[in-house]
């Protein structure tokens, strides 16, 4: 429970100046990340966006069609705050509901897809939360999961470290006056797994026919799978 707290405090610090340093430190690059993603997502009458943060793709896939309906949750109150401001001045219905991405209080095959970026990195136990995102997934429906993962390209992984180690997380501080929050960014990153470890994942919790797709020289992922 203490964790869960933490990652909903540590993003509620900095929900105000979130979306200015994203954009700004990756150059705008995390839009088309984005905008790669739904493309790759099947269209779906109702989906369930696991982290949805302040809603960027959220937004994406309601503009592009991929979606008629969007429940979002969330631990952080002030970014979805922020993700609401944002969908309402666009006339976007969405629902933003507190909860918490491994113990889902919804009912099983409740939704026809499920997204989530940039948030399973946060999952204090990702095979949780991602056999959660299997139970309410209809059959037949997609996960599409877009997140960090680490260049295998020795000069990029290089260049990769000098700017997540040294680069943004003095630049987080300065903008978002918080001492960890771009320090966790890099951990979290470097500690995660990627491509086909994190295809194993998706498979043990019961997904089928998945892929992953690589952006950037690997600095993201994008992967999807189907629940048969």
Not at 122 to 150: C, H, K, W
Not at 214 to 221: P, V
């Amino acid at each position: 429970m203490e964790e869960k707290q933490h990652i909903g405090q540590l993003f509620d610090r900095i929900a105000g100046t979130y979306d200015g340093l994203n954009h700004g430190l990756s150059f705008s690059i995390d839009r088309r990340w984005r905008r790669k993603t739904v493309k790759l997502m099947k269209p779906s009458r109702h989906v369930l966006d696991v982290a949805i943060g302040t809603a960027d793709l959220t937004i994406e896939m309601l503009r592009r069609g991929k979606a008629e309906e969007v429940t979002g949750i969330d631990l952080s109150d002030k970014m979805m705050e922020i993700g609401a401001e944002k969908c309402e001045e666009r006339g976007l219905q969405v629902e933003f509901l507190h909860g918490n991405a491994q113990e889902m209080e919804f009912a099983d095959n409740s939704f026809d897809g499920v997204t989530c970026a940039f948030g399973c990195r946060n999952f204090s136990d990702l095979d949780a939360g991602l056999r959660e995102m299997y139970r309410v997934l209809n059959p037949g429906g997609q996960v599409t999961i877009l997140e960090f993962s680490y260049p295998s390209n020795r000069l990029v992984r290089a260049l990769y470290d000098i700017y997540f180690t040294r680069v943004l997380p003095w630049i987080g501080r300065v903008v978002s006056r918080d001492k960890t929050a771009y320090t966790y960014l890099n951990k979290s990153v470097k500690s995660f797994c990627w491509g086909e470890t994190f295809i194993q994942h998706l498979h043990d919790a019961g997904f089928t026919d998945e892929h992953f797709t690589t952006l950037s020289f690997g600095i993201a992922t994008i992967y999807t799978a189907i629940k048969w």
